[in-house]
């Protein structure tokens, strides 16, 4: 079963407690300046402000867009959309928040902090490049539009979920300016939370488009090439 469409709205789920639209905004950047101040009292590098910096400013990105989103026909239920989002807040408290006994530094050299924050852009640069050549089809949850079409210009030549290549790209930079073992755990937990939602995404994609849509993805890469 599917909820009913309608337009995307942020929301955000506090035990049974569920607040939307803009108020849902201001308590995430709330939350968002908690895990700042509980990171700036770690006393971090400054590369590691910066990398915080550029998730900061992704999110804010994504919100604003989200709003944007047109009403779709079919959407992700909310308990497998907040499951999502779940996962997403921990990798990026595993990423930030340094966890006592995870504080093992795994890279030497002074030049770990910039070829982190070269990863953490170019990750933003392709999911702002995915964004655009998607257009109308972008949702802020799985979903399937009106009018649906199947995009497969620009990094969808090759990939099959670039955005989600450029969030764990985005990751990846931000563990390596962190350098330390619990960043790797949100790596991973981030991963994972779009292995997940391919898994779900794809079938969707295949029951709308058919064949299309497996000559598609035997051309292509779903996530990493030449990984997965």
């Keep these: 079963m599917t909820e009913p469409a309608r337009p995307p709205t942020p929301a955000v ?15 995430l950047v709330l939350l968002l300046a908690i895990v700042v101040a509980l990171i700036v009292l770690a006393r971090p590098r400054p590369a ?14 994504w919100s604003a867009t989200s709003l944007k989103a047109p009403a779709a026909q079919r959407t992700e239920p909310a308990a497998s959309r907040q ?25 030497r050299g002074p030049m770990v902090p910039a ?10 640069l392709l999911y ?9 089809n972008w949702s802020a949850r799985i979903s399937l539009q009106q009018d649906h079409v199947l995009v497969r210009s620009g990094p969808y030549a090759r990939i099959r979920h670039p955005m989600y290549t450029a969030l764990i790209g985005m990751a990846v930079g931000t563990a390596i300016v962190a350098n330390e073992l619990h960043a ?6 981030m991963a994972y939370a779009y292995v997940r939602k391919i898994a779900l995404e794809e079938r969707w994609m295949q029951q709308e488009f058919g064949a299309a849509y497996d000559d598609y993805r035997r ?10």
């Excluded at 789920?13 to 308590?27: C, M, N, S, T, Y």
């Excluded at 499951?83 to 795994?106: C, D, E, K, S, Y």
């Design 184 to 189: 790797v755990f949100g790596v991973l937990t």
């Design 48 to 61: 590691m402000l910066l990398a915080g910096a550029m998730w900061i400013g992704f999110i804010v990105y």
């Design 83 to 107: 499951r999502h989002q779940t996962l997403l807040n921990v990798a990026l408290l595993l990423l930030f928040v340094p966890v006592p006994g995870l504080r093992l530094t795994l890279l």
């Design 219 to 228: 051309a292509t890469w779903a996530l990493i090439p030449p990984l997965y």
């Design 115 to 124: 070829a982190g924050l070269t990863v953490e852009v170019a990750g933003a």
């Design 128 to 136: 702002m490049w995915s964004r655009r050549e998607l257009g109308r």
């Design 13 to 27: 789920q506090i035990g049974p407690l569920k607040i939307e639209g803009a108020w849902a905004i201001v308590i």
